[in-house]
């Protein structure tokens, strides 16, 4: 019995953290914006698909994840929505700064029938929360692979991003890599804090930090 209310207690304090899917769509709080760092995702995954992005002459650095709808706790995905499929015109306009008109289509699938609006409004909303920020250029500079600190990539944002706090950005790293750089903002694009289950600040000293190809 003891153990079946602890269970019980457990289950109502974390349930929120859990993603939702089939939400209502609109129904969020703010939006996170993922930035991915190319080079990374290129030697993790890209490079074995034979992907475009990763060819040298594509020249990607920071390009766009994806812009999620988010809860103070959890985060919904998959919604219900009336609103039609983006067409392949509007996906392969995403190309330019998502690398693929397939991560494009997925994105909106997945997290942008929940923002609650067209697909087109969508698509225009995530460029210009792209456009916003100014990514460090000298990532652009580096011509060999370097180890750091996650915490220089977050220097880097904040400096090149006056207004910002640390709060309202974190660094994530996957196989010992720098992989994102993810940024809190209201429904109107402007920074806000992140919620615990968005911070994942990446603690590694000695991240691989792989130049653009």
Known sequence: MRFALFALVFALNFAGFARADGERAGAFDYYVLSLSWSP???ALEGDARNSPQC???ADYGWVLHGLWPQYHRGWPSYCRTTEPMPTRFMTEGMEDIMGSSGLAWYQWKKHGVCSGLSAAQYF??????YEQVNRPAIFRKLNRAVTLPATVIEDAFLKENPGWERDMLTITCQA??????????SKDL???PCGRDVVQD????????????
């Open 190 to 192: 402007r920074p806000v």
């Open 40 to 42: 990374t995702w290129c």
């Open 55 to 57: 060819d040298p002459r």
């Open 176 to 185: 010992g890599r720098i992989q994102e750089a993810r940024l809190c903002l």
């Open 202 to 213: 990446c603690r590694l000293k000695d991240a691989l930090f792989e130049p653009i190809r």
């Open 124 to 129: 225009a909303l995530a460029r210009r929360a």
